[in-house]
């Protein structure tokens, strides 16, 4: 079953702005990961932030974390049409079964050039 | 260095049918996992393995479904009696070491069902 749910489903815009997608889940967390996949096939980890992070940077990605609400949400900055691609979060849950990744439904994001 | 690599890409196969999926994982790494990504939908954790036993297995739906990794290198996915709802992207991960760690994924095999 699906734990989390990214927002927006899809997203569009234009080059050289910025994407913020967004990531609520539902059971406490060892880490949140950030993954985008391009047509549909194989997943490309993009960074991790563990449940006592709030913030971490990398490159023109930033990643927010707030375990409070249960939610974590993706910057990219200055985009490129070749970050067009589908992002999913996957929580790594707390406890014995920390390498089971749940991934949410994901945000489909296209850069207009 | 070689990623996951995953063969087939593509396996069409009729309804009744049995098939095997590939995974070779990055070297060195001893933690395995398999996904089931359907359409429009984000992967959901099938197996994983910690060197050759399967230490989880609670994802896969029913007893059609069995994976192997007799080497603690390879691994085969197995799917006895396929049905339609089987079709799916299966992916294959790998990480150094299990836990905490970043899956590194393979391309998947796009299986269709006829």
């Known amino acids: 079953s699906q734990q989390g749910e990214e927002d927006p489903q899809a997203l569009s815009i234009q080059e050289g702005e910025n994407a913020t997608m967004n990531c609520s889940y539902k059971?406490?967390?060892?880490?949140l990961q950030w993954y985008r996949q391009n047509s549909g096939r194989g997943l490309v980890h993009l960074i991790l932030?563990?449940?006592?992070?709030r913030e971490k940077h990398s490159g023109r990605l930033r990643v927010t974390l707030d375990t409070s609400k249960k939610s974590s949400s993706l910057l990219i900055t200055a985009s490129r049409a070749a970050d067009t691609a589908s992002y999913f979060c996957a929580t790594a849950p707390l406890g014995a079964g920390s390498y089971q990744l749940t991934f949410g439904k994901g945000t489909k994001l296209s850069v207009i050039p | 260095g070689a990623g996951v690599s995953q063969t087939p890409s593509n396996k069409v196969t009729e309804k009744g049918k049995y098939v095997e999926l590939r995974c070779d994982p990055i070297?060195?790494?001893?933690?395995l996992y398999w996904y089931r990504q359907s359409l429009g939908q984000g992967p959901e954790f099938l197996i994983y393995f910690q060197g050759t036993g399967a230490a989880d297995d609670s994802g896969l739906p029913n007893d059609r479904f069995f994976a192997v990794r007799p080497e603690g290198s390879v691994s085969t996915l197995k799917i006895q009696r396929t049905e339609r709802g089987d079709s799916a992207v299966y992916l294959c991960?790998?990480?150094?070491?299990?836990?905490?760690?970043?899956?590194?994924f393979g391309p998947g095999t796009r299986l269709l069902v006829l």
């Open positions: 070297s060195g790494h001893t933690a």
């Open positions: 932030i563990r449940s006592n992070e």
């Open positions: 059971t406490s967390i060892n880490n």
């Open positions: 991960a790998s990480s150094l070491e299990r836990g905490l760690g970043i899956q590194y």
